[in-house]
């Protein structure tokens, strides 16, 4: 069956560092990978997506890019701000259609002034 | 974007009763929601899928008669919580996909407390 790994955290980082959050996947077929983004007591917002082989997913100084060939899509911002200081999850959508996505446990991240 | 509105976002209520949770997706018709529970510090485990107009497909592990859910338009998915217990307190999130995304929308998730 489908899996996502995503390395355990929390990860704690001093402001302006350089962020990398591992993720590995297992799928069949070609899956969609996504990263969702959760803040304290919120539901989960899309961060960015992939939706094919060597694709980037962009968005708010994030990045991350669909490697089929190591089955990882890792997570990285060249300069995280405090306020980027919540859980962040790696999840890939059924190769069938199905849009029901497999989660990756959650990595928390903590940025310190 | 696509908005996926939940209410309410927090409910503290007593042993013995019942909670309903609604899920709305705002600006798109949703045939199929999601229902998600997720434990402190833990990932999301999927419950149930809520079904339009049909019953919906639970999880393995999860009681169809404590967590009722009813879909009963293309805009509005429910789940209540029976005779909820302090076991059943966590943080519920419900998902709906957009037909031709690849993504599912997620409501801002439910805190509930039973006390």
């Known amino acids: 069956g489908n899996s996502v790994t995503q390395m355990e955290g929390p990860v704690t980082l001093s402001e302006e560092a350089f962020l990398t959050i591992n993720c590995t996947y297992t799928?069949?077929?070609?899956?969609?990978l996504f990263w969702y983004v959760q803040y304290p007591g919120e539901g989960l917002q899309l961060l960015l997506k992939a939706t094919k082989a060597d694709d980037k997913g962009s968005n708010k100084g994030f990045e991350a890019t669909y490697r089929k060939e190591t089955t990882s899509f890792h997570l990285e911002k060249g300069s995280v701000q405090v306020s980027d200081s919540a859980v962040y999850f790696c999840a890939l959508s059924d190769p069938g259609g199905s849009y029901i996505p497999t989660f990756g446990r959650g990595t928390s991240l903590i940025v310190h002034p | 974007g696509a908005v996926v509105s939940q209410h309410p976002s927090r409910v503290i209520c007593k042993s013995g009763t019942s909670v309903k949770i609604e899920c709305r997706s705002l600006d798109f018709q949703a045939t199929t929601m999601f229902w998600y529970r997720q434990f402190p510090k833990q990932s999301l485990m999927l419950m149930a899928t809520?079904?339009?107009?049909?019953?919906?497909?639970?999880e393995q592990g999860v009681e169809k008669d404590k967590f009722l859910i009813n879909h009963a338009s293309l805009t509005l998915s429910t789940l209540t919580v029976t005779s909820a217990h302090p076991e059943d307190s966590s943080f519920y999130i419900c998902s709906a996909p957009m037909t031709g995304n690849t993504e599912a929308f997620f409501g801002q998730g439910t805190r509930l407390t039973v006390v």
């Open positions: 799928a069949t077929g070609y899956p969609s």
């Open positions: 809520s079904n339009e107009g049909s019953k919906a497909t639970y």
